[in-house]
């Protein structure tokens, strides 16, 4: 999902010529709407109930796909791609694609929307209190991220379908796998979603937020080894595993590698997640395992901060020794995640998004994302795609909250701009 972000208010804008469709339908109905709205929140409560954490989600594309039936989609609409056979974690299913024919000649429009959530939100039973949605388990998360997306899209799915309302060339995309690191939007198989022109991704926020961007992140495992002793008989014996990761995540916090990390004028985060290791007190630690991670939206500096926590692990490592001169060593083994993007402000989905945020009276926020987002990786498959919020707030902690007028708002503007119904002429 998306994490902190950099926003600002955008400019009104027209729709560049030639890229939004001028052709437009007569509009939603208003069973049309009631879809996008009341029965919004009974779904939407539905999908937070189903467990489904990354590699998971079975229950939940099941789900889904008994409501688009059941709404009339043809079977030969519905697909799932094979992406779980090639994620590192190994999936229940793929990801969830309905494709429609349009009613009218224009660019086909995607709408998607992760279907996984963190672990923190398995066994969820959702409340509605004062306007919001919570967990009734304090010890839960909600997981509005991201079932209040996969909702809100799932709803301009079954109000086109079961009012015949007409609607672009379509594509509903639920991808697997993005808390985890985008896996289900990386290795989407690209040829099912039918080259859509226009795309358009719910997430975290409010449905003002337009995100345009988001940082590039690296993920390292760092392993150490060192020297097994008894540490009450002869500890000087041993080369500490746990004293080397000391050294090396103080030097980082010391020298402003840890956390939020500014130098001059980039900036980035970088983190220690993880640290496993050692199994007796009475054992000086041999191994240890780390894991770790770097971003930047600047290629160059994420590139800065990896060699930062390198150069810091390696130098750790000379410094401890034991009585006999043995040292520990580290190995890396690091990948990049996601890379870094920044739609241009005049792209076309940006500006259709805007429009049709301003036809309900909304004011655009423009962001850029310090997280990561399905975007990224659709992006890099030649596919722009701007990045909505649904009212979630607080994700991944047992204080998430859903807002219930701002997810009603969510779900109109997905309804609005499956059916193409946002004013893309400018002004109010």
Sequence with gaps: ????????????????????????????????????????????????????????????AQFIMDQLRHAGAPETAIQLDTAHQRTPIAGEVGNLILKLPGTFKAPRRLLMAHMDTVPICLGCKPLIEKGFVRSADAKTGLGADDRAGATAILCAALAILRYNLPHPPLTFFWPIQEEVGLYGARHADVKLLGQPKLAFNWDGGTPEKVTLGATGGY????????????????????????????????????????????????????????????????????????????????????????????????????????????????????HLDYESFQLDDGEACVAVAEAALRDMGLNPVRAISNGGLDANWMHVHGIPTVTLGCGQMNAHTTSERLDIAAFHQACEIALRLATATENTEGGE
Excluded at 21 to 41: C, I, M, R, W, Y
Excluded at 295 to 318: G, L, M, Y
């Design 1 to 60: 999902m998306a994490e902190k972000s950099q926003v600002r208010r955008s400019r009104k804008r027209r729709a560049p010529a030639g890229k939004a469709s001028k052709q437009k339908p007569t509009g939603a109905s208003a069973a049309g709407q009631q879809v996008a709205t009341d029965e919004g929140l009974r779904l939407v409560m539905q999908m937070m109930s189903l467990p489904g954490l990354s590699g998971h989600e079975g229950l939940v």
């Design 219 to 334: 993920r390292m495992q760092i392993q150490i080894e060192g020297l097994a002793s008894h540490a009450g008989s002869a500890p000087e014996l041993g080369v500490s595993a746990i004293a080397i990761a000391a050294l090396a995540i103080s030097r980082l916090h010391q020298e402003g590698w840890h956390g939020k990390i500014v130098k001059g004028k980039q900036s980035g985060t970088s983190n220690v997640g993880v640290i496993q290791g050692g199994a007796a007190t009475n054992v000086v630690t041999e191994q240890v395992q780390l894991k770790a991670e770097a971003r930047s939206h600047n290629p160059k500096f994420r590139q800065q901060i990896v060699r930062a926590i390198e150069s810091a692990f390696t130098d750790a490592a000379k410094q401890v020794r034991s009585a006999q001169g043995a040292r520990g060593k580290v190995t890396f083994e690091g």
